[in-house]
């Protein structure tokens, strides 16, 4: 039987502002790049309509039920839009669940990409990925990109910025229905134009910590304390910049060199187990076998 092996890349915001409400959704402007934390997911055809979903033994394996796994959904959409036969998806999870990275969009993105290959469908499926989740559309193809609305409006920036990276999935997690609420609650500050300044730094070169801003970084902290002692953690190790992805929980910090990274890693190793060390990559990057550079 054919068999199909794809990446799941993640992704950070590195900038994400609310900016209204319509339909009861709240509206977004972000600046998101996928890095090279990914799930690894392998799609075997089958000859009958079954979905058999297996979650090999990942960093992050969990015992979801399989019609509420989003990688499940994903297949499930794709045969009822194509009318295909099913599929064997064996998942290996790498991304933090509820880490603000990405991980369940991602999971849709592979699913749906994978598919497509295994069944030489060549119409577009951006508007599947729409329907699952707000990320899911924008990481069929990754890189450096602006995301409006729910997510589902997807500028591609020509940005090619290398940026290295610290990542504290905090523990807890932050749940996104009550960080959104939350959020609506609080006063926050105004960023006006915040989107546009953070591209304007990235392509000159000159960004700080000023350019980065996250809208639900406050009410995150007020759910989970840990997402603020994490950024503080980071914050005193003088990055270049730090932010907080999603809704959380994660907190990154973009440290000039992977040396820097490193060194990072050797002084929050132990109060932060987790720790993630991730480099940025552009659309072109994604498409090249690469090994990390953090693996020396």
């Known amino acids: 039987m054919k ?5 799941a890349f993640a992704k950070v915001n590195l900038f994400l502002d609310i900016v209204g409400q319509n339909d009861g959704y709240h509206m977004l402007d972000s600046v998101v790049v996928t890095i090279d ?7 075997t055809k089958r000859r009958d309509d079954k979905i058999v979903l ?3 033994d990942g960093l992050y394996s969990v015992g979801i039920a399989d019609e509420s796994n989003n990688a499940y959904k994903a297949a499930k959409l794709f045969m009822e839009r194509f009318n295909t036969s099913g599929v064997d998806i064996a ?4 991304i933090p669940i509820g880490s603000g990275l990405g991980g369940s969009s991602a999971d849709i993105s592979g699913v749906l990409n994978g598919m497509k290959q295994l069944y030489d469908i060549e119409e577009d499926i951006k508007q599947l990925a729409d329907a699952l989740g707000s990320d899911s559309g924008y990481l069929l193809t990754g890189g450096y990109a602006r995301l409006k609305g729910r997510g589902e409006i997807v500028e591609e920036l020509s940005l090619k910025n290398k940026l290295y990276m610290v990542i504290i999935p905090a523990d807890g997690g932050v749940n996104t229905a009550e960080c959104f609420k939350l959020c609506d609650s609080l006063s926050q500050e105004i960023v006006a134009n915040g989107a546009d300044r953070l ?4 392509e000159g070169g000159f960004y700080d910590r000023t350019h980065f801003y996250n809208a639900l970084y406050k009410p995150a902290t007020v759910l989970n304390k840990n997402v603020a002692n994490a950024y ?3 914050l005193s190790l003088s990055p270049r910049a730090v932010c907080m992805s999603g809704s959380g929980s994660s907190v990154f910090a973009i440290f000039d060199t992977p040396e820097f990274c490193l060194w990072a890693e050797k002084k929050l190793k132990r109060k932060y187990t987790n720790l993630i060390l991730s480099e940025s990559l552009t659309k072109a990057e994604l498409n090249k076998t690469t090994k990390s550079i953090y693996k020396i």
């Open 3 to 7: 068999t199909v092996t794809v990446n």
């Open 37 to 43: 934390l990914k799930d690894k997911i392998t799609l």
């Open 54 to 56: 297996k979650q090999r």
């Open 91 to 94: 998942l290996k999870k790498n």
């Open 199 to 202: 591209i304007t730094a990235l």
């Open 232 to 234: 503080e953690d980071l």
